[in-house]
């Protein structure tokens, strides 16, 4: 059983910043890749940023460059998102996935992060 627990969402002003955390329950699995997702009310769920846990490499939307930051602790199993210079446009639910080893796929429930202006 795969279980993702997403935390660290909440009111913040523009211009603050929020760490968000992805916690994998995965035992006896792997954790291959993890995603951070967001959605909008009124808007589809789209795509934050990603990083593999074999080396560490990291994608964004463009949209995040620069603000935000995708890491990931092996040992905790957990994969972070380091949001910076936050908008209002950045309010949301956002949502952790992550690829396990043999290509499930597992989402977390979501957090809620609002920004106000």
């Known amino acids: 059983q795969v279980q993702l627990v997403e935390t660290g969402g909440g009111l913040v002003q523009a211009g603050g910043s929020l760490r968000l955390s992805c916690i994998a329950s995965?035992?006896?699995?792997?954790?291959?890749?993890t995603a951070w997702f967001r959605q909008a009310p009124g808007k589809e769920r789209e795509f934050v940023a990603g990083i593999a846990w074999s080396d560490g490499s990291t994608s964004y939307a463009d949209s995040m460059k620069g603000r935000f930051t995708i890491s990931r602790d092996s040992a905790k199993n957990t994969a972070y998102l380091q949001m910076n210079s936050l908008k209002p446009e950045d309010t949301a639910v956002y949502y952790c996935?992550?690829?396990?080893?043999?290509?499930?796929?597992?989402w977390g429930q979501g957090t809620q992060v609002t920004v106000s202006s």
């Open positions: 996935r992550a690829v396990i080893s043999g290509g499930n796929l597992y």
């Open positions: 995965a035992r006896g699995f792997i954790v291959a890749h």
